[in-house]
């Protein structure tokens, strides 16, 4: 038997609608939250591609200082853009803000190459022909001595590769190599001056590229790094030897020293620089994009010849570079190593040394080549190398330093976002 | 009752006729609050039509970064009316190019609005 309670009855149902209509509101009010921070999330990301457009387009010395600014004179369009070099490429850092909000991105920019440019290999017009032999094969348009290319038979090796020698077109070059840019290379020689901490005891440290970049000093004691993880925004620097281990994990640092040693094995990506000498050992591989430089001003005395040499067996990605402010004394010498494959660029202002069975997936720019026997020394030889355009991807990006770039640029590395 | 039968001489449970006013008085006052609470939320959520001029906005933002000529032009797309002004972002800035987009519905009411700095292509 059903009790006839409507007041009862009716109270429960207005609590049910109630209840309803709670719900509806909150679910209203969430949903509201949501799509508006949507909304924010979508205008913020826009201008971060603002910011990032902004970036590509500006001059090398723009937003150098952290500026901050509204994009289109409005309220809501706040914008911080940087841009520090790092190396031999230049970091970026934009961040977008609304109300509470904010949005950011550090990324890596490097130049697309200048297809006029370009070469496969360019040798300058010293009066003295270019040499090959063995199974040396050039792919690509190559800037070549007046002089010429020829065919020798050396060290019991004949010419075996196609009989055009290059395959691509062949220039004349002028009598100097294209040079590098020196504003960037005599910032980048400041920073074997600087000073910074005590290299402190932790097995890993990361810093943002956010923040200030964390330099850390081993001064006049040779150091070895072993057993450590570095990543991002740290800059290491020496006034003497700083030897990497095999067991370090280095990830987009930077190092400068006088003389850098890689041990055998090593895996990582970072960029070398040195005033003296940089010896990598047999089977490292530099990700892409690591360099490798040697950066020689007026003011080092010492007499010997600055070096760059890869042992046997590893792989670089990126560039690798001489440069010697002074045109008198010994020039640098940079010395691939046998079976050592290198995709990107390599520009040596001296001597480049290509051992046998050496690939370079690039281009080439070298004063001139040596070759080494057992007895003898052959200078501008090549003999069982190769060297490669098409080995280069496509989305490859050089450095701003290298005359090979355009004023184009674009994104080389996402480094950090949210 | 249905199935029992009734005797004369026994109560039978009822509301009476104030309790039913009342109930009804509460049911009414309750359906009208629910219905103007409804009527707010539908009203004040985000419109299908806003979502839809976003996302045109949002194509057309797309073409124009890869083939923005620099003029500007009104096109009718859908329900829409969608105006696209482009000009240069500043005067130091050569390549840069600032890309306003905005929606107009059938009254001539501005539904979304978007606007971007891009490369000029």
């Known amino acids: 038997m059903i009790k006839a309670s409507a007041l009862y009855i009716v109270i429960i149902i207005a609590l049910v609608i109630a209840m309803l209509c709670a719900s509806l509101v909150a679910v209203a009010y969430y949903f509201r939250a949501e799509s508006q921070q949507k909304h924010r999330y979508e205008q913020l990301s826009d201008n971060l591609s603002s910011g990032i457009n902004m970036l590509l387009t500006a001059r090398d010395s723009a937003f150098e200082k952290e500026k901050t600014f509204s994009l289109f004179s409005g309220g809501n369009d706040s914008l911080t853009l940087q841009r520090a070099a790092w190396g031999v490429y230049d970091i970026c850092t934009v961040k977008a803000f609304m109300q509470k909000d904010t949005l950011y991105k550090s990324f890596t920019i490097a130049s697309q190459i200048d297809s006029s440019k370009w070469a496969t290999l360019y040798v300058p017009d010293q009066d003295l022909p270019l040499s090959v032999s063995g199974k040396t094969v050039i792919t690509g348009d190559a800037f070549l001595p007046k002089a010429g290319i020829q065919q020798v038979y050396i060290a019991n090796n004949a010419y075996q590769g196609d009989k055009r020698i290059v395959t691509g077109k062949k220039m004349l070059s002028s009598k100097k190599l294209p040079p590098l840019d020196t504003l960037r290379l005599k910032r980048l020689s400041l920073y074997f001056n600087i000073k910074g901490d005590k290299f402190p005891a932790n097995d890993s440290i990361t810093a943002s590229f956010l923040g200030l970049t964390k330099i850390f000093d081993f001064g006049n004691q040779a150091t070895t790094v072993k057993n450590e993880s570095l990543k991002g925004n740290i800059l290491l620097h020496a006034d003497t030897t700083l030897v990497i281990d095999s067991t370090a994990s280095l990830e987009n640092i930077l190092i400068f020293a006088p003389t850098i040693v890689v041990k055998s094995g090593f895996k990582g990506n970072c960029q070398l620089f040195a005033t003296d000498s940089i010896s990598v050992g047999a089977r490292c591989q530099f990700a892409y994009p690591s360099a490798l430089g040697i950066i020689r001003s007026s003011k080092e005395k010492t007499s010997f010849q600055p070096k760059i040499s890869l042992d046997t067996g590893s792989t670089l990605a990126g560039q690798i570079f001489s440069y010697q402010s002074a045109a008198k004394g010994l020039q640098p010498l940079i010395t691939i190593g046998k079976a050592d494959t290198i995709r990107g660029f390599i520009y040596s202002q001296g001597t480049l040394e290509l051992k046998e069975k050496v690939v370079v997936g690039g281009g080439v720019m070298t004063s001139r080549f040596l070759y080494r026997s057992s007895f003898s020394l052959y200078e501008n030889y090549l003999i069982n190398v190769r060297l490669d355009a098409s080995g280069l991807s496509p989305y490859y990006l050089t450095s701003p330093i290298t005359p090979i770039a355009s004023k184009k640029k674009k994104i080389l590395q996402w480094l950090e976002a949210n | ?121």
């Open chain 2, 1 to 121: 009752m249905a199935g029992s039968e009734l005797k004369i001489g026994t109560k039978v449970p009822g509301s009476t006729i104030i309790e039913v006013v009342i109930s009804m008085i509460i049911i009414l006052v309750v359906f009208s609050i629910a219905m103007m609470i409804y009527s707010n939320v539908t009203r004040s959520s985000l419109s299908a039509q806003k979502v839809k001029a976003s996302a045109i906005l949002r194509e057309k933002l797309n073409y124009a970064e890869h083939n923005a000529t620099g003029a500007d032009e009104t096109m009718s797309v859908g329900d829409f009316q969608v105006e696209q002004q482009i000009d240069p972002y500043s005067d130091t800035a050569s390549h840069l190019l600032k890309v306003h987009l905005t929606a107009w519905d059938n009254n001539h009411q501005k539904v979304a609005e978007l606007q971007k700095i891009i490369i000029r292509p």
